[in-house]
């Protein structure tokens, strides 16, 4: 099995990729054929907008190519091979790396789908309205009612309630319990207080009940 963690540019002849940054946030970086200097920004856990590195040249590498490289790796694996030399011919396809099965990969399609649903009238990802949504299905839920009565913890009964709100919202009921929790961990790495803390605080009350 192959996964493509890479992905084309076309504001610049570029590839870009995703990568966990030593802090553990999350970051950018893009390289050039053209170039040795490459790319590196991070993302803002506030607004999803790159950072630039101060050593980032702005004419090689555009806000514009960064807007981008996070739209379209959205969703995708961090890539764990560095030190890339980019040519003209890598630079024409994405290019991708073997992995195991064992891997968590989620359509990037999906992703956006659960962030185009939970973006606010300013165009940001609101972690308001996810938190509002889930506590409103968790206390619509017969299910729920039932898990909570039963004793059930509330890791399990969280990850009951994002999975059915996260297959409804990208309509694919093929969704895994691991890419249901991979899509919450890519949403958490933008939250400065975490995705779902006024989702657990609920729970935590419903569980004292």
Do not use: C, W
Not at 68 to 86: D, F, H, S, W
Not at 178 to 203: F, T
């Amino acid at each position: 099995m192959y996964r493509t963690d890479a992905v084309k540019l076309s504001v610049i002849p570029s590839l870009a990729y995703r990568q966990r940054l030593t802090s553990g946030g999350s970051g950018i970086t893009i390289l050039r054929p053209d170039a040795k200097q490459p790319g590196i920004a991070s993302i803002s856990k506030t607004s999803g907008e790159a950072i630039p590195a101060a050593n980032t040249p702005g004419k090689l590498y555009p806000a514009e190519a960064f807007a981008e490289a996070i739209a379209l790796t959205a969703g995708m694996p961090y890539r764990k091979q560095k030190n890339i030399r980019v040519t003209e011919a890598m630079a024409a396809e994405p290019i991708g790396e073997e992995t195991e099965e064992k891997d968590v990969v989620i359509d990037s399609s999906d992703y956006q789908k659960i962030v185009e649903h939970y973006t606010d009238k300013n165009g940001k990802l609101s972690y308001d309205l996810i938190n509002r949504d889930m506590i409103k299905f968790a206390h619509s839920s017969s299910i729920v009612r039932k898990m909570i009565a039963e004793g059930e913890g509330a890791a399990k009964i969280r990850g009951y309630i994002t999975g059915m709100k996260f297959r409804n919202i990208t309509e694919n009921r093929d969704l895994t319990d691991d890419q249901v929790q991979k899509i919450s961990e890519l949403l958490d790495e933008v939250s400065p207080k975490g995705v779902y803390k006024e989702l657990n605080s609920e729970l935590r009350k419903l569980l004292k009940k």
